[in-house]
């Protein structure tokens, strides 16, 4: 790399419903960040839509609203998805 050159960072996505956030939820982000050792990652984890969790798997403990701000408050994520869609294209 050229001196005064940006690392590049590499961005990497993890969704999840994120439900009754535990330490498997942690664990799984944690592992997300440290993929690339010696890498730059910037983390972004889609919290699944409220309406989506109750077509495909049925009624959540927490709120919509409860599960992002759960999501965030983790140290491992560097950004949170809302409404992130149960089916990616």
Not at 7 to 13: A, D, P
Not at 53 to 80: C, L, W
Request: glycine fraction near 8%; hydrophobic fraction near 40%.
């Amino acid at each position: 790399m050229s001196k005064g050159a940006e690392e590049k960072v590499l961005r990497l996505y993890a969704d999840g419903v994120f439900d009754g956030f535990h330490i498997g939820h942690s664990n799984m982000l944690k592992q997300c960040r440290e993929a690339f050792p010696g890498k730059k990652v910037w983390l972004i984890a889609g919290v699944c839509a409220q309406a989506d969790i109750e077509t495909f798997k049925g009624p959540t403990i927490s709120t919509e609203e409860e599960r992002i701000a759960m999501v965030a408050q983790n140290r491992y994520v560097d950004e949170v998805y809302p409404n992130a869609p149960w089916i990616l294209t």
